[in-house]
């Protein structure tokens, strides 16, 4: 597969160009800490700019549209980027028996001292987002984690500039070659990062129709303005309502090939999903994308059967297939609290039949079963025969998809078998 090509590839540059300076930091004199601060500093910075790549949607949305393996690695860069990073200011403040306020006290009395200090301002960046990541991201609200995240803008240009001036290991040509193509690295992304911020990158698109559906779901229609993306089964594209707002993902509920539009089915959770409730019909809205492989073993000609388990606004990865009278052998589950909030369910009837298994949690009485019905791995089994060798592709709540992965593979279902898509990175 071109995607599984494409990640060794990756990680075959990536490894390579981490363990560069590791040869070319030879020469650095033979002191344990001296070893330790220098070479925790140089890789650190190198995971930490990869971090910064890869978080590049626009740019690694281009090599891969699989963006949950790329936020994956990121996530991992940036973890022990960091560690590696602290252990820096840590191996220096030994070596140069300072005390251990020495490393946060800024301090722009000399040229050494101004040098340590830009370093001390990235620490402080890097220390403040490593913490809210990693040890405060539950308490925080998704915005404010965001917002913070944007220190790492900042926090590389005075990585780059602290370590030339002080760096003992700066005397040799190539380390200098090699930091300062990274920062040359960190300013071309940058600019293409800034580049997508005011929205030039992204494809304009008009709005035609918002619907009111069941249950705080709003249809919006969308028709190109120029370009028309070209979008799969199960793919979302990020949407912008302006230049300067917020951006974010949605699935695509239906696309017209021929004239382009695109139509999104979106839950009102939040301020943005709020704000999108109000936009106004003929006003120009920014796409990126799209992304996403999520759903791909929906494939017309495996002839495997897709068990497609939706809970609530999870179903709209999925409507493109379940609406496709090419992809035979479907079963789909779907999950709603009540009848009234389950969408696209006459269409889904009509196209179904049989093989859709509906489930109402919070309903007195349910043709589909007990009072508190819910899906379980032996509710899939009673419906599908051949449930052992199917491939299942679940979308809904985070606590949802947990418990019925779980349950599929406690009755036997491989792992491999079992696809979930989080409706949050
Ligand atoms: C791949 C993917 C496909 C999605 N498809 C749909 C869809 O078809 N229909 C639908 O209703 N929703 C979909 N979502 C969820 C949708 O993006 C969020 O509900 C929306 O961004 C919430 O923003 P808010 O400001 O209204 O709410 P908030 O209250 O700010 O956010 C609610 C939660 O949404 C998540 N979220 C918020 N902003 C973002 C962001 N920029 N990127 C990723 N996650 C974010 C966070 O987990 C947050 O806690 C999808 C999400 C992903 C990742």
Known sequence: MQNEKNKKILLFCLILLSILPTFILAGTPKLTWLYISTFSGFIGTVLILWQYILGTRSVSGLYFNELPWVTRLHVLFGVWGSLLIFAH???????????????FALNFSGGLETSVSYGRIALFFILTIWLTS???????????????HYLAYISLPFVFIHAPSIGTSFINHAVFAYWYSL?????????????????????K??????????????????????KKLRI???????LRRSITSESHPFSVAHYSKKSGNIFVAFKVFGRYTGELTRVKQ????????????????????SGETIVFIAGGIGITPFLMHLFNPKLKNKQLFYANRQRENANFITSLRRELGQNLHEFYSEEKSSKAGSRADRITA???????PDWQSAQYI??????????????????????SNIHIEEFSF
């Open 394 to 415: 679940i979308c809904g709540p985070s606590q949802m998809m947990k418990i019925l992965r779980d349950d599929l593979k406690n009755q036997g279902v491989k792992a």
């Open 89 to 103: 200011p840590v191996a220096a403040t030994i070596l140069y028996a300072k005390s251990w306020t020495y490393s």
């Open 134 to 148: 990693v040890l405060l991201r539950r308490f925080l609200s998704y915005r404010l984690w965001k917002y913070i």
């Open 205 to 226: 698109y008009t709005v035609i129709k918002l619907t009111k559906l069941n249950g705080h779901v709003v249809l919006l229609e969308l028709s190109p303005q120029n």
């Open 378 to 384: 032996s509710k899939i089994k009673e419906n599908v």
């Open 232 to 238: 799969k089964p199960g793919q979302y594209v990020y």
């Open 282 to 301: 003929g006003a120009t809205m920014y796409i990126d994308g799209p992304y996403g492989t999520f759903t791909q073993v929906a494939n017309l000609n």
């Open 183 to 203: 920062a040359a690295v960190f300013g071309v992304f940058t600019v293409v990062r800034l580049r997508m911020f005011v929205s030039l990158g992204r494809t």
